[in-house]
């Protein structure tokens, strides 16, 4: 993938995360970017009470990753790094 569309996805990645940050924060956890892959996958690592929360995999297919991939719809899919 070439830089500069790495580092716009990047960037857009990160404002959508920056949106639903408010959401884990009141639950008393948080989100962390960890990398974009060459086939559009996002990773990201839950913190706090989402690290260790037995809803962790709901929250971050149905909060993240529906929010990332509405946001920019080349994503393919979010995981936990």
């Given amino acids: ?3 500069a ?3 716009d996805l990047e960037k857009r990645v990160n404002e959508t995360i920056e ?4 959401y884990l924060v009141a639950d008393g ?3 962390k970017f960890v990398e974009l892959t060459d086939d559009m ?5 839950l913190l706090g009470a989402c690290g260790a929360c037995p809803y962790s995999i709901q929250t971050l297919k149905n909060g993240v990753e529906q929010a990332v991939k ?6 393919k899919e979010v995981i936990s790094a």
């Fill in 41 to 45: 996958v996002v990773k990201v690592q």
């Fill in 1 to 3: 993938m070439e830089e």
């Fill in 70 to 75: 509405k946001q920019i719809p080349e994503i």
């Fill in 5 to 7: 569309k790495r580092q």
């Fill in 29 to 31: 956890g948080d989100i």
């Fill in 19 to 22: 949106m639903v940050r408010p």
